[in-house]
């Protein structure tokens, strides 16, 4: 559940430069509504911020949560590669 922590506020860092505590575990109760309900937060988030960053940004240096140097466009693989790791586990979490 900590992707779902690091992927909202990722998205948001890179697109506002404003650096946010990591926060990688919330209480979802083990209840499928709770992680859904983050998971739909999470997506919102992405599809506010992503058009906020411009191609140009991508080679910029950046350190998300304060603590991950790199660049934007190794920041933002880092993050979303995670995510979509994450997807493949919630979807069998939630079939099951």
Partial sequence: ????????????????????QLT???????????ILWAWDKT????????????LERFQEPIKTF????????????RIFGLFLWAVKIIVIFILH
């Fill in 1 to 20: 559940m900590e992707l779902l922590g690091i992927a909202g506020p990722g998205i948001r860092e890179i697109a506002t430069g404003k650096s946010s």
């Fill in 24 to 34: 990688e575990h919330f209480d979802h109760g083990n209840s499928k509504a709770n």
């Fill in 43 to 54: 997506t919102e988030e992405i599809d506010a911020f992503w058009p906020q960053i411009a």
């Fill in 66 to 77: 304060g603590q991950y140097e790199g660049t934007v466009q190794s920041s933002y693989n």
